[in-house]
């Protein structure tokens, strides 16, 4: 709890030593009962290659051996792996190209205790990607990405105990025809909340709906405190939210605003709205860009990481946390840049 540890290779290339594999894209999630697991798009035989679906526990001491997720045939793309944990078991979903190159469809499988077992979540014409996953209890929730109308929406469904609900859709319908991309998605309690990038003002911002619980409707989305409408840029892969225990909801993004650079933002919704954000990655200008953030909130406290990169290409993980007390200074996990 003071220090980070050595890094452990949860992949498994001795399985193929002749072969140039490779590991993208990993998700991590525990179990209700603690069980740690990983999953991850697996290239074998080059990173280009067509990607599966594969996944792994933490056995107290080491990674498992990885196990094949997805039954797509042989070099057909699964990508985009999402896990969630809760009282209805442990789900990993992703985007399956099975149905062809340009009609992606959701796939997802839950672990049985000794394998997994695969279901479809939707397989409609066009084009449905980034699937994203939440569980608490025993309500486990999908949203992704749905051009199937032409521009994004997002859609969701819920886990009915051996098969998927039929898909709603979370954002509501705006006047113009804006996309709506990059679903993030949280449960506790009953209620569900989705993030989403939308452009229905005209820029790219970050919108969050919520479903209450017992309802069958989403409510109009509510825009999170970016500078998207004063110029700044928000990353494509949106945002990622966490919901403590004390039924907080909390947001990470990354988003460039002149002249600061690329940075790592942070807000918290209380009071019936989102407070103003906090710069998490420091004061530095320029010369450094902080990406792809993820968050976690437990026990009072709330952590966030993310990528660094500065201009000579080499990549740090950071990480920073609060217990109650203010924020920690950003702080390197890797012994040494990549």
Do not use: C
């Not at 789900?91 to 839950?110: C, E």
Request: aromatic share 10%; net charge negative.
């Amino acid at each position: 709890g003071a220090t980070w540890g050595a890094n452990r290779r949860v992949s498994n290339p001795a399985a193929t030593p002749n072969r140039r594999d490779s590991a993208t894209a990993p998700a991590i999630a525990f179990t209700a009962a603690g069980a740690l697991f990983a999953a991850w798009e697996h290239h074998a035989g080059a990173t280009t290659a067509p990607a599966d679906i594969y996944a792994a526990q933490w056995t107290g001491a080491a990674w498992g051996a990885p196990q094949r997720v997805d039954a797509a045939p042989d070099r057909v793309r699964a990508l985009a792996p999402t896990l969630a944990g809760g009282d209805a078991g442990l789900f990993v979903a992703w985007q399956d190209h099975r149905a062809g190159a340009a009609n992606p469809d959701i796939y997802a499988a839950r672990w049985n205790g000794a394998d997994w077992s695969e279901q479809v979540v939707t397989a409609a014409p066009g084009m449905q990607t980034q699937p994203a996953l939440a569980a608490a209890g025993n309500r486990v929730r999908i949203a992704w990405q749905d051009a199937g109308a032409g521009n994004p929406d997002i859609f969701t469904a819920t886990w009915q105990g051996s098969a998927w609900s039929g898909a709603i859709q979370a954002n509501s319908v705006a006047t113009r025809t804006p996309y709506q991309m990059a679903p993030a998605l949280a449960s506790l309690g009953g209620a569900t909340y989705a993030l989403f990038l939308d452009n229905r003002q005209g820029d790219r911002e970050l919108w969050l709906s919520t479903l209450p619980f017992g309802a069958t409707d989403w409510t109009p989305p509510a825009r999170l405190p970016t500078w998207a409408n004063a110029g700044s840029d928000l990353s494509a892969e949106g945002a990622q939210i966490a919901v403590d225990g004390a039924g907080q909801l909390h947001a990470v993004w990354s988003e460039y605003v002149w002249p600061y650079g690329r940075h790592v933002y942070y807000s918290v919704y209380v009071g019936g709205k989102w407070r103003d954000p906090v710069r998490l990655s420091g004061e530095e200008e320029g010369g450094r860009e902080r990406i792809t953030p993820v968050i976690a909130a437990r026990g009072g406290v709330v952590a966030v990481a993310w990528t660094e990169r500065d201009n000579q290409g080499a990549v740090q993980l950071v990480a920073a946390w609060n217990t109650g007390a203010g924020w920690s200074a950003a702080t390197p996990v890797l012994a040494t840049p990549i």
